[in-house]
C-alpha cells in the first residue's frame, strides 16, 4: 500500500480522501446519475467499488432490501476471487476469517457393506499453489458484500447503497443526454408505494434470476430446468461423521448424494442434500419440503453416521436450471455496432446453475468488475464507447463455459452410486477440472483490448486473454520480497510490464530504448493518453523487472524515468515500479519470459491483453490507439 504522497495521512490510509462527486454527495438518490447500479448483490457491490474509484462520475446502487444482506446464499470463494480481493485491497482480512479448502473427500457406498458408505479417497486442493498463491476459501456472501461496500464507501466518491427501492421497469430513448430512464418504487418508509423516475447513461442490471432489467430490455433465458432437487441447509450439529470439517461429496447406494462444505468459524457446515428427480408436474411442490424431511434424508445418505442438527438459521431447496440470456446488453443481436449499448445485466441476471460447483458469486463479481471498468474509462473520456460492445461478447462465452461446466458436474453428482462404471469418476473429474472452478479458465479472444498471441513465444507463462498469474520477486528500492501482481490495484490503470533484456539500468539496451520511447516519443500512449498536468502514471503503471537478483540492481540515475515517476501534488519519486528476480524463484524461468526481454500489457481486470518486444513500439501505439481516446477529463 502507497500513501503519503498526497500528504501525511496519520488515519486509516484506506480511506481514501472525498473528491469529485464524493464531495457534498447528495444523501438522497439525485433524478439524473452517471450510471445507476440495480442490486447489491456480488456483481453489483463489485461494480460500485470500481466506478466509486472514479471521482467525476455519479454512480448510485439502488436495493429492494432495507439495509445489509445478513444471511448470504452463497459461500465458495475461488482463487481467482480471492486475487481479486487482493485489488480492492481486503484480502489479508478476508483471508483470516474465512474457512480456508485445502482438501476434498469423496465417500461411496462400502464395497464390504454397500448400505454403508465409506471413504475412498482424498484430493488436495491446488496441492503446492501451482493454480494459485491464494487459497480456495469458504466464508458467507454478507461478509465479500460488506467489504466491497466499504470500498465503495472509502473511495473518492463516498458511494453508499440507496435501500428500500425497487425497480419497476426503464425505457431507452438514444437521442437524450440521459437516455435511460428508470422508473423505481419506494419499499417500506414513510414512503412505501410511492414511484420516482430516476435518469442515467448507463445501467447495470444485477438483480438476479428473475432479474426485471433483463426482461425490461427484452432478453432471455435460454436453458431448462433439470427437474433434480437439492435441500440446502446451514447447520450447528453434532456427528461422528469423522470429515466433518473437510469438504465432502457422499454417494450413498441407494439414499442419494450429499455435497458437504465446512464453513467459516469453525462449527458451522453447508449440506447440498439430494432430493432426487422431480414429476414434470410437480409444478414447484418440491420447493415446500420442509427442513425436517432434508435432514431425516441426509441421515439416510449419511448411515451408519448420524446427524443430530441443533440449529439452522438458513435453508432452502432449489431445482437446478442451467440458462444463459440470449445477449448481455439491450443491443439487439446482429445490430452491434449501430447504437451505444445503455443497459448491462450480471450475475444470475444473465445465467444461472447449480450452486454446487461454487461458481455464481465468484462469476457474477467478474461480471460486474468487467463492465465497471470500462464503463469508467468511456465517461472519463479515456476510452472510446465501443469499449462497451466487449462485455457481452466476452461474458457471455464465460457463462456459457460455466453452465456446461456444471451440467456435467451436476449430473455426476446426482449420478447413483451404482451407475458408475469406475467408482473413482467423479474424483477423477475433479482433480481433471481443478482449474476451471477455480476460475482460471477464462481466455478473453482477440478484440479491440485484447491482443493477438503472435509474439506469446516471449512470455510462455502470460497466455494472451487469461488473467495475470503472479510470482515473487524482490522491490529494487527496499530489498523486500513481493508478489508482482499484487501491487495491481483495482484503480482502472492499465498494466505494462517491461521484463529487461541481460542489460544492467547503467548500459544502453533494448529496454532502456523502449523506455525512453515510452516517456518521449509523440506515438508512446503514455504521450498521447495521459492527460495534461496528470502524472506520468496516471492511465499506465509501467514497472520493470530486471533479469539480475536483488544486490546487483540499482535504484539510482541509471533507472529510466519513465520507472521513476514523479507523483502526487509535491511531485515525488514511486520507488515500487523496479523489480529484481528473486534468487529463490527467478520470475523469467517461472513465467517462460524470453532473455532478450518482453513486454507485458494487462487490462484493468488484470487480464493479459498482449505480449510484444521491445522493437513493437508500432504495434504497441496501434493496440491502445484502438481503444483509448485523447480527451480524458
Avoid at 364 to 371: K, L, R
Avoid at 503 to 520: H, Q, V
Wanted: aromatic content about 10%; overall charge negative; glycine content about 8%.
Amino acid at each position: 500500500m502507497q500513501f503519503h504522497h498526497h500528504g501525511y495521512v496519520s488515519s486509516d490510509p484506506r480511506i481514501e480522501e472525498a473528491s469529485g462527486t464524493g464531495i457534498n454527495r447528495p444523501e438522497t438518490l439525485p433524478d439524473v446519475v452517471d450510471v445507476l447500479i440495480i442490486g447489491s448483490g456480488p456483481a453489483g457491490v463489485i461494480a460500485a467499488a470500481q466506478l466509486a474509484k472514479f471521482p467525476n462520475i455519479t454512480t448510485r446502487i439502488v436495493e429492494r432490501r432495507p439495509g445489509r444482506l445478513e444471511i448470504g446464499q452463497a459461500d465458495g470463494i475461488q482463487a481467482r476471487s480471492v486475487e481479486t480481493f487482493q485489488a480492492f485491497g481486503f484480502a489479508e482480512r478476508i483471508i483470516a476469517e474465512a474457512f480456508h479448502l485445502t482438501e476434498m473427500a469423496f465417500w461411496g457406498p462400502d464395497s464390504d457393506n454397500p448400505s454403508n458408505i465409506a471413504r475412498s479417497s482424498v484430493a488436495p486442493d491446488d496441492p503446492g499453489g501451482k493454480i494459485s498463491e491464494f487459497p480456495h476459501l469458504i466464508v458467507n456472501q454478507a461478509r465479500v458484500l460488506d467489504y466491497f461496500a466499504e470500498c465503495a464507501r472509502n473511495a473518492p466518491t463516498r458511494l453508499t447503497p440507496d435501500y428500500g427501492l425497487e425497480f419497476q421497469t426503464l425505457t431507452v430513448d438514444e437521442g437524450a443526454e440521459y437516455p435511460v430512464t428508470v422508473t423505481l418504487r419506494h419499499v417500506g418508509g414513510d414512503k412505501d408505494g410511492q414511484e420516482r423516475t430516476v435518469k442515467a447513461k448507463y445501467v447495470i442490471g444485477c438483480d438476479g434470476a428473475h432479474s426485471r432489467v433483463r426482461k425490461s430490455i427484452g432478453r432471455q433465458h435460454i436453458g431448462a430446468v433439470s427437474y433434480h432437487a437439492w435441500g440446502v441447509m446451514d447447520v450447528l450439529a453434532n456427528t461422528d461423521f469423522p470429515d466433518i470439517r473437510t469438504k465432502c461429496a457422499i454417494q450413498s447406494s441407494s439414499g442419494g448424494s450429499i455435497l458437504h462444505i465446512p464453513r467459516e468459524g469453525g462449527y458451522l457446515f453447508r449440506m447440498y442434500v439430494d432430493l432426487g428427480e422431480v414429476a414434470k408436474d410437480d409444478n414447484g411442490q418440491i420447493r415446500q419440503t420442509t427442513l425436517e424431511t432434508i435432514i431425516e434424508k441426509a441421515n439416510r445418505i449419511l448411515h451408519p453416521y448420524t446427524l443430530e442438527v441443533k440449529d439452522c438459521p438458513w435453508h432452502t431447496v432449489y431445482e437446478v436450471g442451467h440458462r444463459v440470456t440470449d445477449k448481455f446488453d439491450d443491443v439487439p443481436p446482429g445490430e452491434e455496432g449501430s447504437r451505444t449499448p445503455r443497459v448491462f445485466i450480471t450475475g444470475d441476471a444473465c445465467h444461472t446453475h447449480s450452486a454446487k460447483a461454487g461458481q455464481g458469486m465468484n462469476v457474477s463479481m467478474q461480471d460486474g468488475w468487467n463492465i465497471a471498468w470500462k464503463l469508467g474509462h468511456v465517461l472519463s473520456g479515456i476510452a472510446t464507447e465501443s469499449l462497451l460492445d466487449t462485455y457481452s461478447s466476452e461474458r457471455q462465452v464465460v457463462a456459457q463455459n460455466l453452465i456446461d461446466f456444471d451440467r456435467e458436474w451436476s449430473s455426476l453428482m446426482a449420478k447413483p452410486a451404482e451407475e458408475f462404471d469406475d467408482p473413482k469418476e467423479l474424483a477423477d473429474f475433479y482433480v481433471k477440472t481443478a482449474e476451471f472452478p477455480a476460475g482460471f479458465m477464462t481466455e478473453y479472444q482477440a478484440s479491440m483490448i485484447t491482443g493477438t498471441t503472435e509474439k506469446q513465444g516471449l512470455a510462455t507463462g502470460f497466455p494472451v486473454g487469461k488473467r495475470f498469474k503472479s510470482a515473487k520477486v524482490m522491490r529494487v528500492c527496499d530489498g523486500n520480497k513481493v508478489h508482482l501482481g499484487h501491487h495491481a490495484t483495482a484503480d482502472g490503470r492499465w498494466r505494462i510490464y517491461a521484463f529487461a533484456d541481460s542489460a544492467l539500468p547503467d548500459a544502453d539496451s533494448r529496454l532502456t530504448a523502449w523506455a525512453e520511447w515510452m516517456l518521449n516519443s509523440a506515438d508512446s500512449p503514455v504521450v498521447k493518453y495521459t492527460p495534461e498536468g496528470s502524472d506520468l502514471d496516471s492511465l499506465f503503471d509501467i514497472k520493470v523487472v530486471y533479469q539480475q537478483p536483488h544486490g546487483e540492481v540499482e535504484f539510482g540515475p541509471h533507472v529510466p524515468a519513465i520507472f521513476a515517476p514523479k507523483v502526487g501534488p509535491f511531485q515525488v519519486t514511486d520507488y515500487e515500479k523496479v523489480y529484481a528476480v528473486d534468487p529463490e524463484a527467478d520470475f523469467f524461468e517461472e513465467r517462460g519470459i524470453d532473455r532478450s526481454g518482453a513486454v507485458v500489457v494487462v487490462r484493468p481486470d488484470h487480464y493479459v491483453s498482449q505480449v510484444l518486444s521491445f522493437e513493437d513500439v508500432d504495434e504497441l501505439a496501434t493496440f491502445f490507439d484502438g481503444n483509448m481516446r485523447r480527451s480524458a477529463r
